[in-house]
């Protein structure tokens, strides 16, 4: 037979790549480029009329810099019509999530990485948000008021969070991603990127943020969904094509927005014999496991189906010592943890972060998990996963007992009472309770039986009555504590500074953001500074009575101070800031925003003479 009719098939098969590559997804950036597209012609003719609407409810979301209580900064700001575009600037009204740059991962708080994360999964927030009316997607406009560039992937849901009856399947389908990149202009705009299309009306959508480019919190003011009622008829009209579009790195393909079929690859068995392995199988067993060490978990699985000897490596418990299941939030289910079940009896780090929401994990099923592979588990990561209940945390507490981290951030639909099994996980020195409705008797509870606490975080913890009672606990019983977040501890005064300072020596990292009964006249602040040598990290964050004399106990007392942010103080100079910094060597993050007294000029003065220290210096305009 002629060799040109296996070259033309090789060349089909090339073309037909392509083509599915660019239907696949529209762009890559913010605008299409015409000389490397391919057309997406869903223009819907006359007879389909666009339906425009904002965001009706904001149903979910990771973090915000606002209060519980209020609407300043939070993400509840996003429902609606635009409270503040197109203005820009720092303005009160619009939503802004927790953290920005990559200070945070710079802090003694922070944990280390997961190991086999996707190199593409780098979302570190998100927001949920509905609409009034489901519709077929034709764009999706995000107003950015300050410091845009945050968003990196956008998201369609097929559920309609307003059915009064549930779906039998809920799928999630990615519209829009985009790698982290530098937007250097802070200004106002209209994100419009090119979204692809997809086959299932939604009046869900998800946001997915990564801030840690950006020079400061960005903030966003409102979500546009564009859409037509009909289903758009799509058809593509192929024009020039980038080689460079032939790279596989698109994480809707390569790992999905979740493990489309992993849970088949999970099960598969059946293996063809082939007639040897070469002599892959003459190196040692531990090399083979060291190589596949740094496989994604999808490849992993399709790895193991390709021959007997590759498969038992990959279903070699060992490989998953540590489990990192948050970038597959999308698809991960009850079948996914059952398939998965008799490869993690040895795992120690889990990162079911963001998973199993609306209904794909449920208590039983996390429960089965857990009694099979809870037993070495170390550290435990659940921010946001809402599918958790009072039996989840007390599965946790009885099949987890060597367990040393637990992470509850955001799971704001524990009930109160879930909290108490808590104390019995004594071993805990790491533990995260950010924006959970955990009660005072519960967390006193925690810390006296929890002695071996390291890190503690409390930010946004509401229902706690008397925030003194907690600090006096913990000066009493969390002697080794070197981190303790209590952002926006509304009625903690210095008898609590005080009993804190006096019993946490070891403390490196203090966040007292946002707490408005502490008052620099009682001396807590200099106290903070004389007895907390150790301190690296201190957030002092809209205290306004903050004063020289606090920055200069910290330039004598806390030389090792790496971040310090005052922001809102109206009595502190520029020579007490030129002090600290000529005696705090290491300090690299100092926050002067909306300091009185410190204006652009003296910002510029010390920065000529500091130059490793970033200064930020935030204005409304």
């Known amino acids: 037979m002629s060799p040109v009719f296996p070259m033309l098939t090789v060349l089909t098969m090339f073309y037909y790549i392509c083509l599915r590559r660019r239907a696949r997804t529209a762009t890559r950036g913010e605008m299409m480029n ?4 391919i057309e997406s012609n869903s223009r819907t003719s006359p007879l389909h009329a666009e339906v425009v609407q904002y965001a009706k409810e904001v149903v979910d979301f990771s973090s915000h810099y606002g209060s519980e209580n209020s609407m300043s900064y939070t993400m509840w700001n996003l429902a609606g019509v635009p409270n503040v575009f197109p203005s820009s600037g ?14 945070w991962e710079q802090c003694p708080s922070a944990s280390l990485p997961f190991k086999r994360t996707p190199p593409n999964f780098q979302s570190q927030d998100y927001v949920e948000l509905t609409f009034e009316q489901q519709v077929y997607p034709t764009a999706v406009h995000v107003l950015e008021t300050y410091h845009p560039g945050a968003v990196i992937r956008i998201l369609a849901c097929s559920a309609n969070p307003y059915s009064p009856i549930p779906p039998a399947e809920v799928r999630w389908e990615i519209l829009w991603s985009e790698r982290p990149t530098k937007v250097n202009a802070s200004q106002a705009r209209q994100f419009k990127p090119c979204i692809k299309q997809i086959n299932f009306p939604t009046n869900l959508i998800r946001l997915e943020v990564n801030s840690s480019l950006l020079d400061y919190y960005t903030e966003l003011d409102a979500v546009v969904l564009h859409g037509t009622k009909d289903k758009p008829v799509l058809s593509l009209k192929t024009s020039l094509i980038d080689m460079n579009d032939l790279e596989d790195d698109d994480y809707e393909e390569k790992d999905g927005c979740g493990m489309d079929s992993l849970n088949k690859k999970f099960s598969s068995t059946a293996l063809r014999e082939g007639p040897n392995n070469g002599y892959f199988d003459k190196l040692p067993y531990e090399l083979i496991q060291l190589i596949l060490n740094h496989l994604t978990l999808p490849d992993l699985c399709r790895l193991a189906q390709t021959c007997k000897l590759l498969n038992q490596h990959c279903c070699d418990p060992l490989q998953y010592i540590h489990l990192n299941l948050q970038p597959y939030w999308a698809k991960l289910n009850d079948t996914s943890l059952e398939f998965l079940q008799a490869r993690c009896t040895l795992v ?14 449920s208590v039983a099923g996390f429960s089965r998990f857990l009694k099979v592979c809870g037993s070495e588990l170390v550290r435990l990561e659940l921010s946001c996963s809402h599918f958790l209940n009072e039996t989840c945390l007390e599965i946790i507490s009885e099949m987890c007992p060597n367990l040393q981290d637990l992470n509850l951030s955001s799971c704001d639909k524990l009930p109160p009472q879930a909290f108490n099994h808590i104390a019995k996980l004594c071993g805990l020195r790491r533990l995260v309770l950010y924006r959970t409705k955990i009660e005072q008797t519960a967390l006193l509870s925690i810390l006296n039986f929890c002695s071996e606490l390291q890190h503690l975080s409390l930010g946004s913890c509401v229902m706690i009555e008397d925030y003194d009672v907690i600090a006096s606990m913990i000066g009493a019983k969390c002697k080794k504590l070197r981190t303790l977040d209590l952002w926006r501890c509304k009625n903690i005064t210095e008898n609590g500074i005080a009993e804190l300072a006096s019993g946490c020596p070891l403390l490196e990292e203090l966040d007292l953001g946002w707490c408005p009964t502490l008052q620099s006249s009682t001396g807590c602040f200099a106290r903070l500074a004389r007895q907390l040598p150790n301190l690296q990290k201190l957030f002092l964050t809209a205290n306004r009575s903050v004063c020289d004399t606090d920055i200069e106990e910290l330039a004598c007392n806390c030389t090792r101070l790496r971040q310090l942010d005052i922001l ?6 520029p020579a007490s800031l030129r002090k600290l910094l000529e005696s705090c060597k290491d300090l690299c993050l100092l926050d002067v925003s909306f300091c ?10 010390l920065n000529v003479s500091f130059p490793n220290v970033f200064i930020k210096k935030s204005f409304t305009q």
């Open 34 to 37: 015409s000389h490397r597209t």
């Open 568 to 573: 809102g103080t109206r009595m502190v100079s």
């Open 596 to 605: 009185s007294q410190i204006d652009n000029r003296a910002v510029l003065e």
């Open 90 to 103: 720092d303005f009160t009204q619009t939503a802004v999530f927790r953290t920005y740059g990559t200070w």
């Open 348 to 361: 120690q780090w889990l990162n079911l972060s963001w998973t199993g929401n609306r209904g794909f994990i």
